[in-house]
C-alpha cells in the first residue's frame, strides 16, 4: 500500500492530465533494455539498442532483433513492461531502426511508445601521430528518432504526443567515445499546454581500457527534473559470459545483471534496486540476422 500511494503522489504532482514528466522521472528503467539497466543507463555512448536516450546507432553487416520484458517493474503489482525493436542496416554507413514499449499498472494507467530513427557513420580522420596509430581511423555517428507516444490514465481520453530525440558520438581516441543526447527535443503535438515528456539532455563517455573491460558515464539533466550521474561497467569473463554493475545517482538506483552471447543469440537479465520501491528484475533476448 504504501509504494502504491508513493507513485500516486509522484504521478500527480502536476495536472492530473499531464502525468508522464513524472512517468518518465519515476519509471526511466520502465522502457530500457535489460543490458541498459544493469549498466546504470550510462551507456548513451556505447549504444547497442534502440531503447537508449541517444539514436546515434552505427551500421554493421548484420540487422538485429530485441525483445525484453519486466514483470512487476519496481515492485509494483499489477504491472508489466515489454518492448520489442529492430534495425537494418541499409548500406555500411547508413542504418534505420524501430521500438516499440508499452507499461501497463493495472486498468487505471498505461503508456506507450512507438519510435522510428536513423543513424549514420561519418569518418573523422585517424587517431595517433606516427607508427600504427596513425593509420587508425576515427569515426562519428549521428542518429534522429521521431517517437509517438500515448498515456491513458483512470479512463481519460489518451494523451498523445511526437517528438524528436537527437543523438551523437565521436571517437575521440581508439579507446575513448563520446557522445550527446537530446531526448524530446522537439514536441509536434503538446496537448493544449499539456508535455507528455520533458526535455532532457545527456552527455556520456565510453571507455575500454582494455579489450574485456568497458566503464561507462553518462551526466542527465533535464528540464524540470534534477541533473543525474550514471556510472556502469561491464566485465567479459569470456567470449560468451558478461557481468555488469552500475549506480544512477539521479534515483538512487543500483543494478547488476549478467548477459550471454552464442552465435547469433544473445540473453541478459538485470535486477535494480530503487532505496524506497524496492527491486525489479528485466529479461531481453536478441538475434542477429
Do not use: C
Request: glycine share 12%; proline share 6%; charged share 15%.
Amino acid at each position: 500500500m504504501g509504494k502504491s500511494l508513493l507513485i500516486v503522489l509522484a504521478l500527480a504532482t502536476a495536472e492530473l492530465w499531464a502525468i508522464s514528466p513524472a512517468f518518465a522521472q519515476i519509471f526511466g528503467t520502465t522502457s530500457s533494455s535489460p543490458r541498459s539497466i544493469a549498466l546504470g543507463r550510462s551507456d548513451i555512448a556505447d549504444p547497442r539498442d534502440e531503447w537508449l536516450p541517444n539514436p546515434a546507432l552505427p551500421a554493421d553487416t548484420s540487422s538485429h532483433i530485441h525483445a525484453v520484458l519486466s514483470p512487476q517493474p519496481l515492485g509494483l503489482s499489477q504491472s508489466l513492461s515489454a518492448g520489442f525493436s529492430g534495425d537494418l542496416p541499409l548500406d555500411p554507413l547508413w542504418l534505420a531502426g524501430a521500438s516499440f514499449s508499452r507499461y501497463q499498472w493495472g486498468d487505471g494507467f498505461s503508456w506507450q511508445s512507438f519510435g522510428v530513427q536513423a543513424s549514420r557513420i561519418f569518418a573523422v580522420g585517424t587517431t595517433g601521430s606516427g607508427g600504427k596509430d596513425s593509420t587508425t581511423p576515427r569515426h562519428a555517428v549521428a542518429g534522429i528518432r521521431l517517437r509517438y507516444s500515448e498515456e491513458t490514465f483512470q479512463g481519460f481520453l489518451p494523451l498523445d504526443d511526437i517528438g524528436v530525440d537527437l543523438g551523437a558520438s565521436i571517437e575521440l581516441f581508439p579507446k575513448l567515445t563520446l557522445a550527446v543526447a537530446v531526448t524530446h527535443l522537439v514536441s509536434l503535438y503538446n496537448n493544449q499546454g499539456d508535455s507528455l515528456e520533458d526535455r532532457v539532455g545527456w552527455l556520456g563517455l565510453s571507455y575500454h581500457p582494455t579489450d574485456d573491460l568497458t566503464i561507462d558515464a553518462a551526466f542527465e539533466s533535464g528540464t524540470n527534473d534534477s541533473a543525474g550521474f550514471h556510472v556502469g561497467a561491464e566485465y567479459a569473463i569470456d567470449p560468451h559470459l558478461f557481468v555488469r554493475a552500475g549506480d544512477d545517482t539521479g534515483n538512487g538506483e543500483l543494478s547488476a545483471g549478467i548477459g550471454l552471447a552464442y552465435d547469433n543469440f544473445t540473453a541478459d537479465f538485470a535486477a535494480i534496486r530503487h532505496p524506497m520501491l524496492g527491486t525489479s528484475v528485466s529479461f531481453g533476448i536478441g538475434f542477429a540476422l
